[in-house]
């Protein structure tokens, strides 16, 4: 319809070309042809369209000697055209290669995968064809490899979810982090999270983090979690010079041993990278600090409402170190607001 559309206009165009005179529209051609001129000197290739490829194709033909013409495109370039033409209307709507694999057995092939850890694609094509389906093991194998399932020694273990879950009883995370006081003047505090419960210690704040104070706050560490140590297998940290063989040590004469986390890779220890960005907006950016026994006090509270009240995600809403499980609500019971931190945070608690 478009392409009618076009030619009805052009000859409606041309119909009043006619009434003009020779002169008239020699003249015209003249200023066409050095317009066009001017335009080649400023345009190395121009951009047609499909309908202006069809009427330069249809005409130029009709001009004598249309090859000596400057046109915007060469001969050979008609040509070619044309010829493409000529080969989509010859050509018919078949697809070439095999037909495409119905999605209801792409689906059955991934949910036997899935179901069936140690099936590889040779025994899920075995069982395809006891279904009556015909189909070649090697499109199973696409299929899977499509579908992103692994091969069976990959599929047959557990996946690196349940593996880091199994583990996490075992995991201790260590790290810094600053707090510039009212005063400008910068606190650290040293920290470790259990990965199993998300369970945060607070080992020590201090202005000068030296390395026989790092020692020091491990041997209280020890002693504060007493028989825990035992269920923990690792200790993660990063590779802070501070961080030194001593401190190590304290840790591998229990059996603990301690990894240290790739450079600039801060998912390597992301729990504890989260407990920092936490007490960050839930606390510490909140309030102003004014000295070391001010930041401790802060720290302690919001430890304390961190492992006791605050649900987290991973642990089905539930806090670090849950106490008694109120009874299920039926309707709207009452409900009382404690705050913590002078009201910074506050808790809900069912009113027995």
């Given at each position: 319809?478009?392409?009618l ?6 000859v ?45 194709t249809a ?68 069982e ?14 696409k299929?899977?490899k499509?579908?992103g ?16 879950t ?50 020091q ?11 825990r ?44 990278e ?6 960050r ?19 302690a ?19 670090p ?32």
């Amino acid at each position: 319809m478009r392409l009618l559309y076009l030619l009805v206009t052009w000859v409606f165009g041309w119909l009043v070309l006619c009434s003009r005179s020779n002169a008239a529209k020699d003249a015209e051609i003249l200023v066409l042809r050095h317009q066009l001129a001017v335009l080649q000197r400023q345009v190395a290739q121009p951009s047609l369209t499909w309908a202006d490829r069809a009427v330069l194709t249809a005409l130029v033909r009709l001009v004598p000697g249309w090859r000596r013409l400057r046109l915007i495109v060469s001969p050979r370039t008609i040509l070619r055209w044309h010829a493409a033409l000529v080969r989509r209307r010859w050509t018919y709507g078949r697809r070439p290669g095999r037909p495409a694999v119905a999605a209801v057995i792409r689906w059955l092939v991934v949910e036997m995968a899935r179901d069936n850890p140690g099936w590889g694609y040779r025994r899920i094509h075995g069982e395809l064809v006891g279904l009556g389906y015909t189909i070649a093991p090697s499109t199973v194998w696409k299929i899977l490899k499509d579908g992103g399932v692994d091969p069976t020694p990959r599929r047959s273990g557990p996946t690196w979810k349940q593996f880091l879950t199994a583990q996490a009883k075992g995991i201790l995370a260590m790290d810094f982090f600053h707090v510039d006081t009212v005063l400008l003047r910068r606190l650290y505090v040293l920290f470790v999270v259990e990965h199993d419960r998300r369970r945060v210690h607070i080992v020590g704040t201090t202005v000068h983090p030296t390395a026989e104070w790092l020692v020091q706050q491990a041997r209280n560490l020890l002693v504060e979690l007493g028989d825990r140590m035992d269920s923990l297998r690792f200790l993660i940290r990063d590779r802070d010079a501070k961080f030194t063989a001593a401190f190590d040590a304290v840790f591998t004469s229990i059996g603990i041993d301690v990894l240290r986390s790739p450079v600039r890779a801060p998912r390597a220890n992301a729990i504890a990278e989260r407990w920092v960005g936490s007490v960050r907006r839930e606390c510490l950016d909140r309030i102003l600090i004014v000295n070391q026994r001010h930041l401790e006090q802060v720290l302690a509270e919001y430890v304390d409402h961190f492992n006791h009240h605050r649900p987290h995600r991973s642990l089905d809403q539930q806090p670090p170190d849950p106490g008694p499980v109120p009874d299920r609500m039926t309707g709207v019971g009452r409900v009382r607001r404690r705050d913590r931190l002078g009201g910074l945070i506050h808790e809900y608690q069912q009113v027995a």
